[in-house]
């Protein structure tokens, strides 16, 4: 298997995910904090999935589009 976190746009805005925030939870507390320097524009409605290997992730759920994955240490 492979690591991967998928979050959905349920509103009706638009979001650049070059500021998102992504953590691990650890002593109730959050660890390993990054944030993405991606360029991706993220609109109402669509998924998206971060994962540390896209190809893996790619063999396992190959209906997934691949517009939506972003390659990220998790």
């Known amino acids: 298997g492979v690591d991967f976190v998928e ?3 349920a509103s009706p805005k638009y979001f650049q995910l070059n500021q ?6 650890q002593n109730e507390a959050p660890a390993n904090i990054r944030t993405l320097d991606q360029q991706t ?3 109402p409605a ?3 999935v ?3 290997d896209r190809a893996l ?3 396992l759920f190959p209906s997934m589009p ?3 994955v972003i390659e990220t240490p998790l």
């Not at 998102?20 to 939870?25: H, M, P, S, T, Y």
């Open 7 to 9: 979050l959905y746009n």
């Open 20 to 25: 998102l925030k992504l953590a691990n939870w």
């Open 41 to 43: 524009l993220w609109a």
């Open 46 to 48: 669509q998924w998206q």
């Open 50 to 52: 971060f994962t540390p």
């Open 57 to 59: 992730l790619q063999q």
């Open 66 to 68: 691949l517009e939506s």
